[in-house]
């Protein structure tokens, strides 16, 4: 009987090991999970602020504008957004004139595509300000496709609960009398 006691009590540590291991990983991947979300959720709300802080801008930004000073103003905004959300600057020579194109983020449609009408160029010439938004690209090529609330069903649904309403229900007796016993999901009804 000692000697069971004794194996026992050398493999309970062993157990309890195992079992801390198990629990600790699955604090790890649950943490992992967590963190997930919430960066996808401070991905957005850059996003927001991005708009929100472009918006106040803006307007301080005019043709004519040195590139250093215009790109000072406009790249902190979307430093934290993630690298699939930006589009790289556009670079060029035209006869003895450099051409700078910067996308700035401007928009936002939740199709998880980067489309042209999220964005804003800035063009810059020999590093000033010539143009700002497609009009000199000749329009925006691509546009966002966010999914959109199908009315169609939904009237369709709301129409039938509205026949439904119109339908007479079978009614029970009035004579009858039931009695609630228990509480919460263990309600049961006996009627006699």
Not at 121 to 138: E, R
Not at 139 to 158: F, M, P, R, V
Request: charged share 20%.
């Amino acid at each position: 009987m000692q000697k069971l006691s004794k194996v026992s009590n050398k493999l309970r540590p062993i157990y309890d090991l195992g079992f801390l291991i198990r629990f600790l990983s699955m604090k790890k991947l649950l943490g992992i999970i967590v963190l997930g979300l919430l960066m996808s959720g401070c991905a957005e709300d850059t996003m927001n602020a991005n708009l929100y802080n472009y918006d106040k801008i803006a307007p301080t930004i005019n043709l004519g504008d040195d590139k250093n000073r215009t790109l000072s103003i406009l790249v902190p905004l979307i430093q934290d957004l993630p690298a699939n959300w930006k589009r790289p600057a556009e670079q060029f020579m035209k006869g003895d004139d450099r051409y700078y194109i910067y996308y700035h983020r401007t928009g936002w449609t939740s199709d998880d595509r980067l489309t042209d009408d999220e964005l804003t160029p800035y063009i810059f010439k020999n590093d000033k300000l010539v143009s700002i938004g497609w009009q000199a690209l000749g329009g925006a090529k691509t546009t966002g496709t966010a999914t959109t609330y199908n009315n169609s069903n939904s009237d369709a649904l709301i129409s039938q609960g509205l026949e439904m309403l119109k339908t007479p229900t079978p009614s029970m007796p009035t004579t009858q009398t039931c009695r609630v016993t228990g509480t919460g999901a263990y309600k049961t009804v006996t009627c006699y």
